[in-house]
T-cell receptor
Framework: EDQVTQSPEALRLQEGESSSLNCSYT??????LFWYRQDPGKGPEFLFTLYSAGEEKEKERLKATLTKKESFLHITAPKPEDSATYLCAVEMARGNKLTFGTGTQLKVEL | KAGVTQTPRYLIKTRGQQVTLSCSPISGHRSVSWYQQTPGQGLQFLFEYFSETQRNKGNFPGRFSGRQFSNSRSEMNVSTLELGDSALYLC????????????FGNGTRLTVT
């Protein structure tokens, strides 16, 4: 069965303290891996799509990387406004539906 | 460009009733997907429509159904509501159904009492 596992479940950082979130997957025929950010009471907001091992994407303080088994979301010098739940999802070759992990709840404190 | 719009934002229903949720995709997007989000299960795929045809379906009972209109707007219906149907229902649209990322609305919060 296709699975997506995110770790840690929750992460508390001080402002400026860099860290990484992990998304590991066991799927066959990966079409793409997606990162989303979700704020309380809102829908997920698209961040990145990664298609092949070795690919990297960056946006402001966020950088996403992909290997054959996992993806990392690196957060450099985070700010309180980066506090949110970060969701990872995979799209398999056999369909357009996304399988989501349960997310990492990030809290950045002053 | 306006985002994905879902109505209503909140709904309270009683067990056994039925409910219809509405979704207006981003202009020009022809693919609409529906997801259920709960604290225990996270986001789970319900179904996807493209050009008025259901292309993919998740593992939900037949009480969950949907449709898409010629203007790409979509509705989702849940019949014979159960307490476990309480969740945030999210609609997402994309321009080409699989070759572009999903853009989500802010959801409809359904509470079944």
């Amino acid at each position: 069965e296709d699975q997506v596992t995110q770790s840690p479940e929750a992460l508390r950082l001080q402002e400026g303290e860099s860290s990484s979130l992990n998304c590991s997957y066991t799927v066959s025929g990966l079409r793409g891996l997606f990162w989303y950010r979700q704020d309380p009471g809102k829908g997920p907001e698209f961040l990145f799509t990664l298609y092949s091992a070795g690919e990297e994407k960056e946006k402001e303080r966020l950088k996403a990387t992909l290997t054959k088994k996992e993806s990392f979301l690196h957060i450099t010098a985070p700010k309180p406004e980066d506090s949110a739940t970060y969701l990872c999802a995979v799209e398999m070759a056999r369909g357009n539906k996304l399988t989501f992990g349960t997310g990492t709840q990030l809290k950045v404190e002053l | 460009k306006a985002g994905v719009t879902q109505t209503p934002r909140y709904l309270i229903k009683t067990r056994g009733q039925q409910v219809t949720l509405s979704c207006s995709p981003i202009s020009g997007h022809r693919s609409v997907s529906w997801y259920q989000q709960t604290p225990g299960q996270g986001l789970q795929f319900l179904f996807e429509y493209f050009s008025e045809t259901q292309r993919n379906k998740g593992n939900f009972p037949g009480r969950f159904s949907g449709r898409q209109f010629s203007n790409s707007r979509s509705e989702m219906n849940v019949s014979t509501l159960e307490l476990g149907d309480s969740a945030l229902y999210l609609c997402a649209s994309s321009s080409a159904g699989g070759e572009s990322p999903l853009h989500f609305g802010n959801g409809t919060r359904l509470t079944v009492t």
